[in-house]
Every structure is written in C-alpha cells, then in structure tokens.
C-alpha cells in the first residue's frame, strides 16, 4: 500500500524546533533553508526563549504556534527530544525530521526510549525522519532543511551516512550532477526501511535512485519499476545473505517516486 509522503517533501507548513541566531548551530542552519521556501508555505521557529531568530518571530513552543505544523523538525538536546516529539504530535504534525543524537545510537535504556517513541509516532499516525539525521531535501518543493545546500537535478538519494550524502552533494557538482530529493534516515534503518509513497506528477522523473546504509551490508544496481530509473544500493559488506537483502531493498525503491 502506497504511503502518501508528500508531508515530509512538500508540507503545507514546516515549523523549526530549536531554531537559532548562532551560525555555527543546526537551528540556523535549518531555520535559513525554512526561511527560503517562506514564499511556498508559512514557516515557524520555535526557540525556548521566544523573541526572534533571523529577524524573524520565534515562538516559545510548538504548542502556542498559530496553526499545528504539517511538519516539524527537531534539533534540540536529546533530554528534551521526546517531550518535543510528544507536543509536536499533539499539534496535530504529520511528518517529523529528527536531527537530534544520542538516542538509539546509545543503546540501553535511550535506544528503549527511542524505541517506545517511535510507537507512539506510529499510533499517532505520523511518520518520522531519523532521529540521528541530517535532514531532507526536495528541490521541485523548495524545501532544504540539511546542514548544506544541494545541487538541483534528477537523483533521488536515501542515505543513512550523513557525511557521505554531503560528500555525493559536493561531488555533484564537479560533474554538473544534482538531486531532486534526499532523506537522510539516520536511526530510522535500524527499524525499517522507507515505505513505498505515492507518486507525485507535478515532478520530474528520476535518472537515479541512490540508497546508502552499512544495515543493508552490501551493494546492488537494479531497474525500479520505472524503466527509466536505476536504484543503486550501496553498503559496506559482501556476502550472499547481504546481497539478497539489498536486491529485495531495492525492489521497494520507487519509495521516493518521480522526485
């Protein structure tokens, strides 16, 4: 059954938790992408201590913003990420991005807790990004909520390694290449993989749907069931067992569809 994605790569409405003045923090960084698809879709920062962020409103919490945020992403300390998730839920967000780290990576009781938090997104109906990641990316949507900017063009990339996706997007660029969309899933691989969405025709078709994670444990090149797009899965082991594992991984992969 097709999952309706667009929440994430074009909601009606992003709000950015933890957004920030200081340039060399996630919630600048985050808050600056937000702030330039502002023309698309209204675009909320949250910051404890309200005032504003880049000249721009800052509101205390999720809960006292206008409207419930289609999508959220949360980059603030691991203590208060749960909290963060529960009151975005209660807004009633579709889609959350989790940059925040120290959770599952952890182990022990955090990753127990990343665990039962990822239940209760599912309860509610929503879908999760992450947490442990970089971000997301659609360049048809103009939304950049990452670290840095990519290039526009026509590869879909699924990554699990944030520093390898930056690598492929500045690599890009040497060779006149870009993207047309990008998850970083961070914790989310040790869970599941993406589902299938539904596909969007106001989008160009992809050349390239790219997936990296060392979960796969090993590396394949298929046709998705578009003809005109190839998957390429690409991990960091080679055996039998991991090879099945990534071709049948890559059966699925219209999962970011056309982006």
Do not use: H
């Amino acid at each position: 059954m097709p999952r309706d994605l667009r929440p994430l790569f074009d909601p009606t409405s992003v709000a950015i938790l933890g957004a920030s003045d200081d340039p060399a923090k996630w919630g600048n960084w985050l808050a600056r992408g937000a702030l330039r698809g502002a023309g698309r879709r209204p675009v909320y920062l949250v910051n404890r201590n309200g005032g504003e962020v880049l000249g721009t409103r800052a509101y205390p919490a999720v809960t006292e913003l206008p409207e419930s945020p289609e999508l959220v992403v949360i980059a603030v300390p691991a203590a208060g990420f749960e909290q963060a998730v529960d009151d975005s839920l209660a807004m009633g967000a579709r889609a959350l991005v989790g940059i925040t780290a120290g959770l599952g990576e952890a182990g022990g009781d955090a990753a127990a807790r990343e665990r039962a938090l990822v239940q209760r997104v599912r309860d509610a109906g929503a879908m999760l990004l992450g947490p442990n990641c970089l971000g997301v990316y659609d360049a048809s949507s103009d939304l950049g909520l990452c670290s840095n900017e990519f290039p526009p063009g026509s590869i879909g990339l699924i990554s699990q390694s944030g520093n390898l996706a930056l690598e492929l997007g500045l690599m890009s660029r040497r060779y006149s290449l870009g993207f047309s969309r990008f998850a970083s899933i961070g914790n989310c691989i040790k869970r599941s993989s993406p589902g299938r969405s539904e596909s969007d025709s106001r989008q160009e078709p992809l050349s390239r749907v790219t997936v990296f994670s060392d979960g796969l444990r090993s590396a394949s090149t298929r046709r998705t069931r578009d003809s005109s797009s190839t998957a390429i899965a690409l991990s960091l082991a080679n055996d039998t067992m991991r090879r099945t594992r990534v071709k049948t991984f890559c059966c699925d992969l219209p999962l970011i569809p056309r982006a």
